[in-house]
């Protein structure tokens, strides 16, 4: 018989997410954005935040199914996830010390040889040394943690556990108050203090409190395949991205004579071209590496990995890129401050759309509601491209939070309809794409692109990627045609 879990079973079996996004919640949006300004020329920043971001995702791409596959065979005495755990947070906690120390290396003598070398400052180096490190050691941490809740929640209970789970990945949206205040203001070691001890904190509540049984016997077979293919699956979607910046920038040279009208439109189609496109080529190839020659028989759970890459890549790229928006063009004084501010507003409505797009998933149907997902975050994006102060702004930001929390709440169910039940985990694990790469793509493209608009006029940049990735939250729901779900999950996905 099945143990009936506790309301606290579920809470320590999930209380490390908190951790997790709260160092997520802070770097990406408030804490890189703030340093990487400080550290390169003003006109090139939205491109070396992308270059971060690029790099960092595309090591968080390997190393998180790598560190899930090795904790599968773990035959630790402590379990196969927690010493995954355990080990990940503690060099978090360097790392961030690494990143926190950055801004100490500006006006470095070593300026004279990286300066030359390599066109950054000695800052950045450090930081983006910090950043890289700090993906691999929180997706250590990330890739045995995912194995909590398949190992020790009886499937009766996985809903109400997954409930937990989403409320800790979603409730620093308004613990994360204080981050901005305290970056503007320059008190970088309190905002590190802040993450490492919520890091630890978590970590330690689930090495007390959660039970493991060790592995008992020794799995068989041998890794190396498997991570072969993830190499090669991230090789081919940094390279596929990498492709699309080279076309989007020789489009800028071809047309730089051009009016900025004609620039806007001509480059704008470039990059919103190669957006889409790096997304479908490298699902694709990323695809029949990870799924071999089965891939022609799955071509909707292809079709819902692109839905959840676009989405992904659309939403996240406007939070990583707010900050920039609230400096540069609504010329807001403490931008990192109104950021947080502006995920807490954002968080008020992400969270019970969640709630109810989760009830409601099973009534009116997964696929429907990933659909309308994507239409109301198209909407507020909208609103954005035309919002002149900050009430527009969070009202714009709260219509793509209810869609955000809509899509979250429904996209991995009707995921988990399409992935072939024997072999969930294989297939899941490849949507790691759309987690990773969503980034890659939205800022690797984006960031280089906001800085050619920006030169040609102040502002402008940011008003072209919001509108791409406007464009991408409709494109992500018209791929919903081409999923066809399973007879046996017609009725709960809607289609019936």
Same mark, same amino acid.
């Given at each position: 018989?099945?143990?009936?879990?506790?309301?606290?079973?579920h809470?320590?079996?999930?209380?490390?997410?908190l951790?997790?996004?709260?160092?997520?919640?802070?770097?990406?949006?408030?804490?890189?954005?703030?340093?990487?300004?400080?550290?390169?020329?003003?006109?090139?920043?939205?491109?070396?935040?992308?270059?971060?971001?690029?790099?960092?995702?595309?090591v968080?791409?390997?190393?998180?199914?790598?560190?899930?596959?090795?904790?599968?065979?773990?035959?630790?005495?402590?379990?196969?996830?927690?010493?995954?755990?355990?080990?990940?947070?503690?060099?978090?906690?360097?790392?961030?010390?690494?990143?926190?120390?950055?801004?100490?290396?500006v006006?470095?003598?070593?300026?004279?040889?990286?300066?030359?070398?390599f066109?950054?400052?000695?800052?950045?180096?450090?930081?983006?040394?910090?950043?890289?490190?700090?993906?691999?050691?929180?997706?250590?941490?990330?890739?045995?943690?995912?194995?909590l809740?398949?190992?020790?929640?009886?499937?009766?209970?996985?809903?109400?556990?997954?409930?937990?789970?989403?409320?800790?990945?979603?409730?620093?949206?308004?613990?994360?108050i204080?981050?901005?205040?305290?970056?503007?203001?320059?008190?970088?070691?309190?905002?590190?203090?802040?993450?490492?001890?919520?890091?630890?904190?978590?970590?330690?509540?689930?090495?007390?409190?959660?039970r493991?049984?060790?592995?008992?016997?020794?799995p068989?077979?041998?890794?190396?395949?498997?991570?072969?293919r993830?190499?090669?699956?991230?090789?081919?979607?940094?390279?596929?991205?990498?492709?699309?910046?080279?076309?989007?920038?020789?489009?800028?040279?071809w047309?730089?004579?051009?009016?900025?009208a004609?620039?806007?439109?001509?480059?704008?189609?470039?990059?919103?071209?190669g957006?889409?496109?790096?997304?479908?080529?490298?699902?694709?190839?990323?695809a029949?590496?990870?799924?071999?020659?089965?891939?022609?028989?799955?071509?909707?759970?292809?079709?819902?990995?692109?839905?959840?890459?676009?989405?992904?890549?659309?939403?996240?790229?406007?939070?990583?890129?707010?900050?920039?928006?609230?400096?540069?063009?609504?010329?807001?004084?403490?931008?990192?401050?109104?950021?947080?501010?502006?995920?807490?507003?954002?968080?008020?409505?992400?969270?019970?759309?969640?709630? /109810? !797009? +989760?009830?409601? &998933? *099973?009534?009116?149907? @997964?696929?429907?509601?990933?659909?309308?997902?994507?239409? $109301?975050? %198209?909407?507020?994006?909208?609103?954005?491209?035309?919002?002149?102060n900050?009430?527009?702004?969070?009202i714009s930001?709260?219509?793509?939070?209810?869609?955000?929390?809509?899509?979250?709440?429904?996209?991995w169910?009707?995921?988990?309809?399409?992935?072939?039940?024997?072999?969930?985990?294989?297939?899941?694990?490849?949507?790691?794409l759309?987690?990773?790469?969503?980034?890659?793509?939205?800022a690797? /493209? !984006? +960031?280089?692109? &906001? *800085?050619?608009?920006? @030169?040609?006029?102040?502002?402008?940049?940011?008003?072209? $990627?919001? %509108?791409?990735?406007?464009?991408?939250?409709?494109?992500?729901t018209?791929?919903?045609?081409?999923?066809?779900?399973?007879?046996s999950?017609?009725?709960?996905?809607?289609?019936?």
């Amino acid at each position: 018989m099945n143990r009936i879990l506790r309301w606290y079973d579920h809470l320590t079996i999930n209380i490390y997410w908190l951790g997790l996004n709260v160092a997520s919640g802070s770097i990406t949006p408030v804490i890189l954005p703030f340093l990487v300004a400080l550290f390169v020329p003003p006109e090139q920043k939205n491109t070396y935040l992308a270059m971060i971001r690029v790099i960092g995702l595309a090591v968080a791409m390997m190393v998180q199914p790598m560190a899930g596959m090795l904790s599968d065979r773990s035959m630790l005495r402590w379990g196969r996830r927690r010493p995954y755990i355990f080990i990940g947070t503690l060099f978090d906690v360097v790392f961030l010390v690494i990143i926190g120390a950055s801004p100490l290396f500006v006006g470095s003598a070593l300026d004279g040889f990286f300066q030359p070398t390599f066109g950054v400052s000695t800052a950045y180096v450090v930081l983006l040394l910090g950043i890289v490190l700090m993906q691999v050691s929180s997706n250590v941490a990330h890739g045995a943690l995912q194995g909590l809740i398949p190992d020790l929640v009886p499937e009766d209970q996985r809903g109400r556990s997954s409930g937990v789970k989403a409320v800790m990945e979603l409730l620093p949206s308004f613990l994360l108050i204080a981050i901005g205040p305290l970056m503007d203001h320059g008190y970088y070691w309190a905002v590190v203090g802040i993450v490492a001890a919520f890091l630890v904190g978590t970590m330690l509540i689930t090495l007390i409190f959660v039970r493991e049984e060790p592995l008992r016997e020794k799995p068989t077979g041998s890794i190396r395949g498997p991570f072969l293919r993830l190499v090669a699956l991230t090789a081919i979607f940094v390279a596929v991205t990498q492709g699309a910046i080279w076309m989007v920038r020789a489009a800028g040279g071809w047309l730089s004579a051009a009016t900025v009208a004609t620039q806007v439109a001509l480059v704008g189609m470039a990059g919103l071209v190669g957006m889409a496109g790096a997304i479908f080529l490298g699902v694709y190839f990323g695809a029949w590496v990870g799924i071999g020659r089965e891939a022609r028989q799955q071509t909707s759970f292809i079709w819902w990995v692109i839905n959840r890459l676009l989405f992904l890549a659309a939403v996240g790229s406007i939070q990583g890129y707010a900050q920039y928006f609230l400096a540069d063009v609504l010329h807001i004084a403490n931008a990192a401050t109104m950021t947080t501010i502006l995920l807490a507003a954002v968080g008020l409505f992400l969270l019970p759309s969640a709630l /109810i !797009g +989760g009830n409601l &998933a *099973d009534r009116v149907g @997964r696929k429907r509601l990933v659909g309308l997902s994507g239409l $109301i975050a %198209a909407g507020g994006t909208l609103l954005l491209l035309f919002s002149t102060n900050v009430p527009m702004v969070v009202i714009s930001g709260c219509i793509i939070g209810i869609g955000t929390g809509l899509f979250m709440a429904t996209n991995w169910a009707l995921g988990t309809d399409l992935a072939p039940a024997q072999e969930a985990g294989r297939y899941l694990g490849i949507s790691n794409l759309a987690g990773a790469g969503a980034g890659i793509v939205g800022a690797g /493209i !984006g +960031g280089p692109m &906001a *800085d050619f608009f920006n @030169r040609l006029q102040p502002g402008l940049g940011y008003l072209v $990627i919001f %509108a791409i990735y406007g464009v991408l939250f409709l494109v992500s729901t018209a791929t919903l045609f081409y999923v066809h779900i399973p007879a046996s999950s017609e009725k709960r996905s809607g289609l019936v």
